[in-house]
């Protein structure tokens, strides 16, 4: 199994809807991240958690919302989905806040708003 | 906040040439260095990185060198393979900010 896991892989949805994407992991990991990947822009960070109780917003939280709901899980909502936000989505983990490994992405979930 | 360039942003060598990608980076409260390449459909993945005290690391094929005067840093991958042929991404950790700073990308294409 995949130390990082994010469901679903791809979705289809229209403008308007709520949706959320899920991340789990196996890590044991405090730090858990959301990035938004779109062509020639790199990743953005969207939200970011340093424990159940911290959440953290990133450079374009705007129009997105998280939940941590236990150490393991981190999910992404988008209240109201917009066309601009379809992108590829990465959920990331990392031990500790001195970068000793670095990051753990996911496999990323490709979402698409018609 | 930390802002982190990439280049180039594409890169076509021929197999068992050397590729060379640089990243420069403006606060130097930064001390963590990762690269992280991210094959088609996958997320990305850590193949190497460097702490601010270091002035190079090798693994292998691949080596990361470290200028801190300058801010700023490099891949090298030597003796390019088809396999090499991803998207890489440099990034830089803020010393106290606790999260990372990604560069732009650049695709490599390593042509047989």
């Known amino acids: 199994d995949a130390d990082v896991t994010q469901t679903p892989r791809n979705r289809i949805t229209k403008t308007g809807k709520r949706i959320m994407l899920e991340c789990s992991q196996t890590k044991g990991h405090d730090r858990m991240y959301w990035y938004r990947q779109d062509p020639g822009l790199g990743l953005r960070l969207i939200y970011y958690?340093?424990?159940?109780?911290?959440?953290n917003k990133g450079e374009i939280s705007d129009g997105y919302s998280v939940s941590r709901q236990a150490q393991a899980k981190f999910s992404l909502s988008l209240e109201s989905a917009i066309p601009n936000q379809t992108a590829l989505y990465f959920c990331a983990t990392s031990d500790t806040g001195t970068g000793g490994g670095g990051y753990t992405f996911g496999s990323g979930t490709r979402l698409t708003v018609v | 906040g930390e802002n982190v360039e990439q280049h180039p942003s594409t890169l076509s060598v021929q197999e068992g040439d050397s590729a060379v990608i640089k990243c420069t980076y403006s606060d130097s409260a930064s001390n963590y260095f990762p690269w992280y390449k991210q094959e088609l459909g996958k997320g990305p993945q850590l193949i190497i990185d460097?702490?601010?005290?270091?002035g190079e690391k090798k693994d292998q094929r691949i080596a990361v060198t470290l200028n801190k005067t300058a801010k700023h840093f490099s891949l090298h991958i030597t003796e390019t393979q088809p396999e090499d042929s991803a998207v890489y991404f440099c990034?830089?950790?803020?010393?106290?900010?606790?999260?990372?700073?990604f560069g732009s990308g650049t695709k490599l294409n390593v042509k047989p």
């Open positions: 990034a830089a950790l803020l010393y106290n900010f606790n999260k990372f700073y």
């Open positions: 460097i702490r601010s005290n270091v």
């Open positions: 958690s340093f424990d159940v109780k911290d959440i």
